[in-house]
């Protein structure tokens, strides 16, 4: 398995908010923590971006991808849109989540607070050739609902 390094830089005001980190020693996803400056409401179907306080800068093998927190999604119905959220190698800005409250519910966001979390993942080199034609295959042009009766 490869070791891949990331360096992560603390945005200056935000000295006390927690870096990414594991909550369990297997768990593959980083916890990320809202830097915001006092608490926001999200309103239910409000979405809005929330802010981490850091910026990231990750060899070009990788992707960092932004996934919701599955106790938020269950409890208070918060989730991440654009799910999974893809941070490119080459991007250097503050990593931001964009949150949206699908509960019935306003739900607060305090400072430090964990919000998302933060997947790494290798990404692929791939080059794309045009041809006149595809092989064919059982499935064809079946999309969304082809392979399933339910």
């Not at 398995?1 to 909550?23: C, H, S, T």
């Not at 971006?49 to 938020?72: K, N, Y």
């Amino acid at each position: 398995m490869n070791l891949f390094n990331v360096q992560i830089k603390r945005l200056p005001g935000n000295e006390d908010i927690q870096l990414p980190q594991k909550m369990s020693l297997l768990a593959s996803g980083f916890d990320l923590y809202a830097a915001v400056n006092e608490p926001i409401e999200l309103n239910p179907g409000q979405r809005m971006l929330i802010p981490t306080g850091f910026c990231l800068a990750m060899p070009s093998e990788l992707e960092a991808q932004i996934r919701p927190r599955s106790g938020l999604a269950l409890k208070h119905g918060i989730t991440a849109l654009n799910s999974p959220g893809t941070i490119d190698a080459d991007y250097r800005g503050e990593v931001k989540v964009l949150l949206i409250n699908h509960g019935l519910d306003s739900f607060i966001i305090e400072r430090n607070e964990r919000i998302a979390q933060m997947v790494f993942q290798e990404v692929p080199k791939v080059q794309l050739i045009e041809v006149d034609e595809l092989e064919d295959t059982d499935r064809g042009a079946g999309g969304f609902g082809h392979t399933g009766t339910k």
